[in-house]
């Protein structure tokens, strides 16, 4: 099987969608000439022209609502953030207009529109430019919002998002671009709403999505040498929510751990945590423990940033604390 | 740290076990998890095993002597470690107390007589099992033989002063659901989690106790009664099990009211199936007693009305079939239990009817699998008994008691034919099913077992 990076595998799957279906058309900033802040449109431009690879100025609310106004009539826009620390100026089209038209439309507009972007600390951008947004976006009825980890997930993912008729927030890895993994030539979808087992082990869950799916994976890694053998279930989707995956493992383990890169209060972890309480009480040998971003604003300062940021010792440290070993 | 060593409920039902050998010396050096001794519970031999590391500094219950569960049956600590105060309560034989006061001995086996029904303080039990023989005043019989008639504690009541206070028991969810439905008491179990939270690892010990128990069991089961061949008796003291037996039927022909209904049902087409089931190969040959177990399993599944507990100020139905089986031992009886036998098929139960019954037979049943029968069946038809009736297994609601199978001279349509016919009598608690009802369930049982090709519907 081809092994491909991240980047590319996100560029595939709107690549076969804009050829399997002209109404698809990708617009942002740099996303056509420059071809990409992060070369995920490499070629677009050449290949389908400017009518459906659209620059736009930096105007993010604007082009957002361009975006809202084409799904409404029938187009299917794909709209990139540079990253989704911009796409906050966008919030009123994602949140008011896109999340709620079906609803206060009677039905009427669908809104097959996808708003994509790196999500995430990268390395030392400072505190406006290293947040994760999947709480905040997570918190809207309306949305669905996805945050694949590896390059096979990103493909598979981002192509139902863009067949899917409600709006989809698709968070991509900034530190994931250049990650690369096996991707099949042949066409493939992963349905959103479905959490994967990445990785089988029967002493305790790790609950996690996106970036931090990798951290996951070392991990494992790491404690099956001493013998702990870790469940990883990646959500992939945190909207909806695969409850019944995260039901599935724990109750496996009786212990569990819920890994993300964002802040703990209103988390996504904290969601997790709440289905494990209601679903799995009776099944819990031990309080679940969450990893996550340090309670402050990212500092810049590369030892300070580094003691914010949710980490490998970190991830272990919370397995060893939930499995009573320390 | 010092850790006291227990003597643990090793069974649901035990009330005190009978310490039958110490596998560990004072000053041996010892692991938590490993065995410190033999303790004969009501059921089994069972292995109590170490729940700290250390060395055994003290063994304070003498080999063959009985002791409540509860009762502080030894410490380990480390070797230079002080352990005066934990023992001083339990009638330490140091100097200081070589020559307890026979008085308070006495004391304690007469309060317990006076108390019977209420749990005894720790205190009062470690003095009594504690006290080695030789201090012993003649007329105090040793506990083993149980000096003042003791009523048993009920199984739910707190056993002694394992927990470290009154509804101070810490532990996990699971812990208590995996406690809960193998019976174990969370009191008699040490918790190694944070702050003493019993956890799973601390239930599977509890639970491998018990499974441990087949070796020493081997080792140590009483061997069948020997008649001296001079004399015309010989005294045998009560067993465990044999007092539990009583405890228990005595409390079930005691305040339960019991009615039997008996039926007599055809057999000829369970023969046929069966010899049609033998022709296609021994693998799929089954017993008269498998395709009864496995009708009365459906036939409970389809009358929740008599799969029923009676819990005192209330009934409860359940809506899962576990067929308790009565299985004669060289000990007595026991009855393990097929779970959801009505939604396992027949070579299922017929394997595990024989298994379970093998194990009961060699001492080797876990905990969970003779608790939580929801209805019991009790077949005598080996021993040529026509018909009997059987005794019920509280709380349940009915038991069925299952005679040979024989050939029979019967009328049929006013022809007299041979057929193979088998008597069963139920006994029905009437405080949960009355006459009509139980007549009910055995009309769906003969149904059942004069057409068994109605299992397969």
């Known amino acids: 099987m081809p092994v491909i990076t991240y980047r590319d595998a996100l560029g595939a799957a709107i690549r076969e969608e804009m050829q399997r279906d002209d109404r698809v058309f990708l617009m942002g900033e740099e996303v056509a000439v420059y071809q990409g802040a992060y070369k995920v449109s490499k070629g677009f431009l050449q290949e389908f022209g400017e009518m459906r690879v659209v620059d736009t100025p930096i105007t993010e609310l604007g082009f957002a609502g361009v975006g809202v106004g084409a799904a409404m009539v029938g187009l299917r826009p794909v709209i990139e953030f540079m990253t989704w620390n911009f796409a906050l100026l966008a919030l009123d089209q994602v949140v008011n207009a896109a999340a709620k038209m079906l609803y206060m439309s009677g039905g009427q ?187 402050t604003p990212m500092p810049y300062a590369k030892g300070l940033e580094k003691a914010a940021k949710p980490d490998l010792p970190k991830a272990i440290a919370a397995v060893r604390k939930v499995m009573y070993l320390d | 740290m010092a850790t006291k060593v227990f003597m643990e409920a090793l069974s649901p039902t035990m009330e005190e076990g009978r310490l039958v050998k110490w596998l560990k010396n004072e000053g041996d050096a010892v692991k938590s998890g490993e065995a410190l001794a033999e303790v004969e519970t009501d059921k089994a031999i069972m292995e109590l095993v170490a729940r700290g590391d250390g060395v055994l500094r003290k063994r304070l219950i003498n080999e063959g002597d009985s002791a409540p569960v509860g009762t502080l049956a030894g410490v380990i600590a480390t070797a230079d470690e002080n352990i005066d105060a934990l023992i001083a309560g339990a009638g330490s034989p140091a100097p200081a107390a070589a020559a307890p006061a026979p008085e308070k001995v006495v004391a304690g086996q007469q309060e317990t007589a006076g108390a019977s029904s209420v749990p005894r303080s720790g205190e009062e039990a470690q003095a009594e099992a504690s006290t080695p023989p030789q201090q012993k005043v003649a007329d105090i019989p040793p506990a083993i033989s149980g000096g003042a008639p003791r009523t048993p504690v009920a199984p739910a009541a707190p056993a002694g002063n394992a927990a470290p206070a009154k509804g101070d028991v810490r532990s996990s969810p699971l812990a208590r659901r995996l406690a809960s439905e193998r ?117 409970l599944s389809q009358h929740p009305e008599v799969n029923a507990h009676w819990l005192g100020d209330k009934i409860r139905y359940h809506n899962r079939v576990h067929l308790g089986m009565a299985v004669a031992t060289a000990d007595g009886l026991i009855v393990p239990v097929i779970w959801d036998a009505d939604r396992k098929r027949m070579s299922e139960i017929s394997r595990e009817a024989k298994e379970l019954a093998k194990r009961a037979r060699e001492r080797k049943l876990k905990p969970e699998e003779f608790t939580g029968s929801t209805f019991s069946v009790s077949n005598l038809g080996m021993f040529g008994i026509d018909q009997f009736t059987a005794i019920i297994n509280p709380p349940e609601a009915g038991i069925l008691a299952i005679g040979t199978s024989e050939e029979k001279l019967v009328v049929v349509n006013g022809e007299s034919v041979v057929r193979n016919r088998v008597r069963v009598t139920m006994s029905c608690d009437h405080r949960i099913i009355d006459g009509a009802v139980g007549a009910k369930f055995l009309q769906t049982l003969r149904r059942l077992i004069e057409n068994p090709l109605m299992l397969v519907y």
């Not at chain 1, 863009?162 to 066409?187: A, Q, S």
């Not at chain 2, 061997?223 to 005294?235: K, L, M, N, Q, T």
């Open chain 2, 183 to 299: 019976g174990l008491d969370l009191n008699g179990v040490q918790g190694s989690g944070p702050n003493g939270r019993i956890i799973k690892r601390d239930i599977e010990a509890a639970a491998a106790a018990g499974a441990a128990a087949p070796r020493a069991a081997a080792a140590a089961a009483p061997s069948a009664p020997v008649i001296p061949r001079e004399g015309d008796f010989h005294d045998e003291p009560l067993s465990s099990i044999r007092k539990t037996i009583a405890r228990r039927l005595g409390e079930s022909i005691g305040p339960i009211p019991t009615f039997y209904l008996t039926a007599e049902f055809d057999l000829t087409r369970v023969m046929e199936m069966r010899k049609a089931m033998a022709e296609l190969g021994d693998e799929f040959k089954v017993s008269v007693n498998d395709v009864l177990l496995k009708a009365t399993a459906v036939a």
């Open chain 1, 109 to 295: 507009y669908k809104m097959p529109i996808v708003f994509r972007g790196p999500n995430g600390a990268a390395l030392q951008l400072s505190a406006q430019h290293s947040q994760a947004w999947e709480s905040w976006l997570a918190h809207i009825p309306g949305l669905k919002v996805i945050a694949p980890g590896t390059p096979y997930d990103a493909k598979g993912l981002l192509k139902s998002a863009i067949r899917d008729d409600n709006p989809v927030c698709v968070l991509e890895g900034e530190m994931l671009y250049n990650t690369k993994g096996e991707v099949p030539d042949e066409e493939y979808l992963i349905p959103l709403g479905k959490a994967e087992l990445k990785r089988e082990g029967e002493h305790c869950s790790i609950i996690t999505h996106g970036k931090m799916v990798l951290v996951a994976m070392q991990c494992a890694d790491q404690l099956a040498k001493e013998g702990i053998n870790i469940d990883v279930v990646d959500l992939r989707t945190i909207r909806p929510m695969d409850v019944e995956a995260i039901g599935e493992s724990v109750k496996k383990t009786n212990r569990a751990v819920v890994l993300e890169e964002g802040w703990e209060m209103c988390g996504v972890g904290a969601q997790v945590v709440d289905y494990i309480q209601r679903d799995c009480f009776d099944y819990l040998d031990a309080p679940v423990v969450r990893v996550h971003q340090a309670d």
